[in-house]
């Protein structure tokens, strides 16, 4: 929307939000839509690292104490757990003790330790041990460090597998080590939507921006997570700044910090590479799929999503979300089409299968996308433009998490049609499943109060109700 440079922007917004009611309401039912590029001017500030001594990179007191525990998913349905920690001392124990009363940790599990080295870093001691046989919807409690310095936590499982179980999600991206991280961590943390498991679109620590990828700094990022990631699963996707690759100081094995300290539990859903795998979890069936490993035709990858996508049964698990780092439907100047060719290569299946969102990072800023496709281009009938399709996904770029980097601010100009909502600003989100036909979704950028919505809409599951969703309705809920 263009407006002239002489009115105030309170007067420009209020305009454009007018403009943008009266179009809509011009072009009822299934016409195309003005997207929107919000008004909403932040402190333009760089993002600063926290320094190494700040409050939330501490180390926990006693001998050889774990740090860094976070734990995630450990099996298809939600019965297991992998608990991971670290310690810096010597190895110590790999036990996790457990149970449903605070006092009385009956069970336990043995897990394994690993180490590794990067250029002249040497890692602590990483522990990873999955716990079995649990049951739903339950509080347990669990401790590590056992025989020297033993740490409690807790963590409630999700409720069973089944098509009508309400579960909240929260979503974050790139987030990095800096003090605006610190803002989104904690906006997530006080957001009364209560989101019970992350959903992390990749790029973590940025600890690969420092000096031979100082994997001091994937210490500190675990250390600054813990708060969340011990209390909540926190499911894993990998971003380019996993990769690690530095073979000028000689570190040619991808993903070798990554893989070293964030277990997912990939096998259990037939794949083959820890980069790509698959949860269910309450109603949603999730899918993370590897930006940066191979996903051309007969891959692994390819072969994996292949015989994957058939697998998902929406009478059990109606929401079928996507997780990836590099977006795919992006109009920000940075990144800019580098998600096309796993588009081409995946993008039909999308539509076929009815995917009901992706959520994407990569971008540090937020985006939200009409429901589109573009998969009738078939290099000589030139239909190569994004057209409206309610069996395609809605994309969400998520990558405001408030890395160093700072935000992309700058957009391509005019907005894309297919593009809804679009701001440069750190911030999360929150998709919450209510039932089998609806899921309530909410931006929350960190200049708001923590209750505040930014960007809303209602999402109708694309199996069982698949009505029509537009600018027009998030316009419709906006009054
Ligand atoms: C990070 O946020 C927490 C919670 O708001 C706060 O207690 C802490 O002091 C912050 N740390 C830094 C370094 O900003
Ligand atoms: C690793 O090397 C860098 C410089 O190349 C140096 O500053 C740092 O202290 C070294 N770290 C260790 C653990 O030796
Ligand atoms: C799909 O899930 C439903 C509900 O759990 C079940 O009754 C049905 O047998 C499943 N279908 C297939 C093909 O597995
Ligand atoms: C924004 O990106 C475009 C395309 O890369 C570039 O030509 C332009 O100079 C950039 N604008 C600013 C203000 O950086
Ligand atoms: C965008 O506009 C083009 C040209 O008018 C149209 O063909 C296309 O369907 C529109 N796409 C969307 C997503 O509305
Ligand atoms: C599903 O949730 C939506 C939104 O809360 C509600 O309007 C609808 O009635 C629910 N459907 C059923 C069958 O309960
Ligand atoms: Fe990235």
Known sequence: MKRSRSISPAVAILVAEALAFVVVLASLPGQTFAGKTSAFVRKDEKAVDMPLDSDVFRVPPGYNAPQQVHITQGDCDGLAVIVSWVTPDEPGSSLVLYGTSENDLILSANGKVEQYRYYNYTSGYIHHCTIRNLKYDTVYYYAVGVDQTL?????????????????????????GQSFDSNNTLTHYEL????????????????????????????????????????????????????????????????FKPYKHRFHVPYTASGSTAALWYSIKRASAYIIVLSSYSAYGKYTPQFKWLEA???????????WLIVLMHSPWY????????????????YEPWFVNYKVDVVFAG????????????????????GQCSPVPDQSAPVYITIGDGGNQEGLATNMTEPQPNYSAFREASFGHAI??????????YSWHRNEDGYAVEADKMWFTNRFWHPTEESSAYVMHSLH
């Open 151 to 175: 740490r409690k936590f807790w963590f409630t499982t999700p409720p069973e597998v089944g098509p009508d179980v309400p579960y909240t999600f929260g979503l974050i991206g790139d987030l």
């Open 191 to 254: 957001n009364p939507r209560k989101g019970k498991t992350v959903l992390f679109v990749g790029d973590l620590s940025y600890a690969d921006n420092y000096l031979n990828h100082d994997n001091v700094r994937w210490d500190t990022w675990g250390r600054f997570i813990e708060r969340c990631a011990a209390y909540q699963p926190w499911i894993w996707t990998a971003g380019n700044h996993e990769i690690d690759f530095a073979p000028d100081i000689g570190e040619t094995e991808p």
């Open 308 to 318: 994957e996508l058939p697998k998902v049964n929406r009478s059990q698990t109606p």
């Open 330 to 345: 992006n109009s920000y100047n940075y990144h800019y089409m580098e998600g096309e060719t796993m588009r081409v290569m």
């Open 362 to 381: 990569h971008v540090h800023a937020y985006e939200r996308s009409e429901r589109i496709s573009n998969v009738a281009y078939n290099i000589v009938n």
């Open 431 to 440: 998709f919450d499943i209510k039932n089998r036909t609806h899921a309530y």
